[in-house]
């Protein structure tokens, strides 16, 4: 099945590991942990929370098998959070997905009071660059959500213009019987000093850019598809030790002879034959020996039956707020999928 609209995937950088902490009136830039200084938090700080780790997805045979895992970028840093977008698509959050006033105890998290918009708004059209209309339609709500926080940095910050703040994987099955699909969106920031106000800055959150991962082009190899945040953490990923022969994982193959032909689909690169319910024990028992002790998720999704959880976050997912008002016939730019 040919990609809808593939995007050029776009390289997180190591600049990206700081924690944004600002004062909301007056006052100067913490450093984050990762920079040369730090200093001493005051009341009106405004701070965001980094969600890091990795979110893996194996598309098998009418199932996705999704997990993430949690690898902190700091020491205050909150888990990848996993939440429902749409009743045949997932959102596993990461970056700034939380902020905080010390004034108000209640975190401000981009995972609640999600409510999908009815129709595409004629303020924004798809251009280069940019997602499916419906897609979009999710990539700009959040949009709405960032803006008012992103707004309220007004010193200059020590990051790269290809760093995003903000990162969603959405996981899901496109309308149409398109079939499963896997994109990155990701939100970057810009600044520009105003200079009747000395050293002070307006910040601006882009657009969304997406990427997609998967289907893969036509005649590509299906396999495991992985996105990480930031992009340099290390370590190989699943999809490279399966086919490098990790002897972790042929080990799971040699002792399960049903796990030997889930490998065999991957190493293959038909990872959409793979049994259902065996590429999900598989992944099950894959996760630990990859995770190195870190917390993780893991869950599936079928198109008639949405997901469920086979090792659920410690906190429940809140559900989407369906918007009963779309169209069946809402815009979508997905092309119509070849027989």
């Given at each position: ?21 600002i ?52 020491r ?9 977008l ?12 939380e ?106 959150v ?17 396999t ?24 972790h ?46 917390p ?20 429940p ?23």
């Amino acid at each position: 099945m040919p990609g809808r609209g593939r995007r050029d995937a776009v390289l997180l950088r190591a600049a990206l590991l700081w924690r944004i902490t600002i004062f909301l009136l007056s006052g100067v830039l913490c450093a984050s942990p990762f920079g040369a200084l730090a200093q001493e938090q005051h009341e009106d700080e405004i701070v965001a929370n980094l969600a890091g780790g990795r979110a893996i997805v194996h598309v098998a045979k009418e199932v996705i098998v999704f997990a993430a895992i949690d690898q902190p970028v700091e020491r205050n840093s909150i888990p990848p959070r996993v939440m429902d977008l749409d009743a045949t698509h997932i959102g596993v959050l990461f970056g700034a997905s939380e902020w905080r006033i010390p004034a108000d105890p209640k975190p401000v998290r981009l995972d609640r009071n999600f409510q999908r918009v009815a129709r595409a708004d004629p303020r924004y059209q798809s251009a280069a660059g940019e997602g499916e209309t419906d897609l979009e339609t999710i990539g700009i709500a959040f949009l709405e959500k960032l803006r008012p926080l992103v707004a309220q940095l007004h010193h200059k910050l020590d990051f790269s213009a290809d760093d995003p703040i903000f990162q969603i994987v959405i996981i899901g099955y496109a309308p149409n019987d398109y079939g499963p699909e896997v994109w990155v969106v990701e939100y970057r920031m810009e600044q520009e000093q105003v200079a009747t106000r000395g050293d002070y800055w307006q910040t601006r959150v882009q657009r969304p850019r997406f990427t997609q991962l998967y289907p893969p082009e036509k005649h590509a190899p299906r396999t495991i598809v992985e996105s990480r945040y930031p992009l340099d953490s290390k370590g190989p990923t699943l999809a490279e030790l399966i086919h490098g022969n990790d002897p972790h994982i042929t080990h799971l193959g040699s002792g399960e002879p049903r796990f030997a032909k889930v490998l065999d689909n991957l190493r293959g690169g038909q990872a959409q034959k793979a049994a259902a319910v065996d590429s999900a024990d598989f992944m099950r028992a894959a996760l630990p020996l990859i995770a190195g002790g870190a917390p993780f998720v893991l869950g599936t999704m079928d198109e008639r039956h949405g997901f469920e959880w086979m090792v659920p976050p410690e906190e429940p997912v809140e559900k989407v707020q369906e918007d009963k008002n779309r169209p069946p016939d809402a815009p979508t730019l997905r092309r119509t999928p070849k027989p």
